[in-house]
């Protein structure tokens, strides 16, 4: 049964309204002890772990990580997408991005082992850094687009 386990992450697109009306999104830099995409910027999040018979598992974990990693609080949290991918030292994941509505904190790396700084980015200022992976911009991207969409 091992051939079909997947590792569980769920993301945070953290997305807050700007004085000039455009919105920007909560990116970490992560670590450069991380085992999959050390040094480069992606959304906050972690594994799945949850408790048994837990409701609302993935909005739970992801306010948890985002809590545990910067130190934001979320309200409103959305699923965006998901897919799956293999990490840096092979192991397959499947990844489940979320679009939260930022409500307060200062977000400041909490986990040093797992985030070195953190950026609140506009898209445009995403797309200029060449420290993105194109997977991280499509996640911003789709979050953009359910945004709109409502």
């Known amino acids: 049964m091992d051939e079909y386990a997947h590792v569980v992450n769920v993301d945070g697109a953290v997305a807050r309204a700007r004085d000039d009306g455009s919105t920007e999104y909560l990116l970490v830099e992560r670590s450069a002890e991380e085992d999959h995409a050390a040094g480069l910027l992606g959304l906050p999040g972690g594994k799945f772990e949850p408790e048994p018979g837990i409701d609302h598992a993935v909005e739970t974990t992801v306010r948890r990580e985002i809590e545990e990693e910067i130190g934001v609080a979320v309200g409103d949290v959305e699923y ?16 489940v ?13 909490r986990e040093p082992e797992e985030v070195a700084a953190v950026h609140w980015l506009t898209r ?6 060449d420290d993105v992976p194109a997977f991280t911009e499509t996640y911003v991207e789709r979050a953009t687009t359910l945004a709109e969409s409502e």
């Open 80 to 95: 965006v997408c998901s897919g799956t991918f293999e990490t840096d030292t092979g192991h397959q994941c499947l990844n």
């Open 97 to 109: 991005v979320t679009r939260c509505e930022y409500e307060g904190g200062e977000a400041h790396p």
């Open 124 to 129: 445009d200022d995403l797309r200029a850094r």
